[in-house]
T-cell receptor, first 112, second 114 residues
Framework: NAGVTQTPKFQVLKTGQSMTLQCAQD?????MYWYRQDPGMGLRLIYY???????DKGEVPNGYNVSRLNKREFSLRLESAAPSQTSVYFC???????????FGPGTRLTVL | RKEVEQDPGPFNVPEGATVAFNCTYS??????FFWYRQDCRKEPKLLMS???SGNEDGRFTAQLNRASQYISLLIRDSKLSDSATYLC???????????????FGKGTKLSVIP
């Protein structure tokens, strides 16, 4: 089991560029999540997907879109990157109704 | 009052010492609680779940005090490998459709020194 995988691991963008962060899990979990982590801010939920076909906004959704492609995959898209989106992005999954979340290794994104 | 509060530290302790962290939460309806560990530049990983009055796993003991709305993590006989940031995580309850919202504290940094 690979658990939760994320690609890419590192990315540098220029302001206004777009990109998609990919996440996949092989644990047959129903729920998946996208977080960002900034120094001094802790983990903040961007979007989550309770189950295949559903997505909901979290605490900081502005500037992002998500797609739950199937049960395994949950992608995060930045349509027009801004320097404020420089962060480390973590994908996580959990098996409903259990709440323990398992995290991917993260994507370190820098927007210049 | 912030939802989940932790002392950011750092806590610098010698090997073999006992160290304790506290975490307070504001939502009295919170149903479950966790400690995650995060190593530098790595993802958070579950350390312990705390569901009722507390539990113990080897050198680690987690306690829950619902009346005062705090949880604690005690680490005995600290090892160099315990150096990490410890995140307090609180489940505020069911948010619908099988998903549970978790609120993460900002973490307490621990450095165990030789």
């Amino acid at each position: 089991n690979a658990g939760v995988t994320q690609t890419p691991k590192f990315q540098v963008l220029k302001t206004g560029q777009s990109m998609t962060l990919q996440c996949a899990q092989d644990m047959n979990h129903n729920s998946m999540y996208w977080y960002r982590q900034d120094p001094g801010m802790g983990l903040r939920l961007i979007y989550y997907s309770a189950s295949e076909g559903t997505t909901d906004k979290g605490e900081v959704p502005n500037g992002y879109n998500v797609s739950r492609l199937n049960k395994r995959e949950f992608s995060l898209r930045l349509e027009s990157a801004a320097p404020s989106q420089t962060s480390v992005y973590f994908c996580a999954s959990s098996e409903a109704p259990r709440v323990t979340q398992y995290f991917g290794p993260g994507t370190r994104l820098t927007v210049l | 009052r912030k939802e989940v509060e932790q002392d950011p530290g750092p806590f610098n302790v010698p090997e073999g010492a006992t160290v304790a962290f506290n975490c307070t939460y504001s939502n009295s309806a919170s149903q479950s609680f966790f400690w995650y560990r995060q190593d530098c530049r790595k993802e958070p990983k579950l350390l312990m779940s705390v569901y009722s009055s507390g539990n113990e796993d080897g050198r680690f003991t987690a306690q829950l005090n619902r009346a005062s709305q705090y949880i604690s993590l005690l680490i005995r006989d600290s090892k160099l490998s315990d150096s990490a940031t410890y995140l307090c995580v609180v489940n505020g309850g069911y948010s619908g459709a099988g998903s549970y919202q978790l609120t993460f504290g900002k973490g307490t940094k621990l450095s165990v020194i030789p």
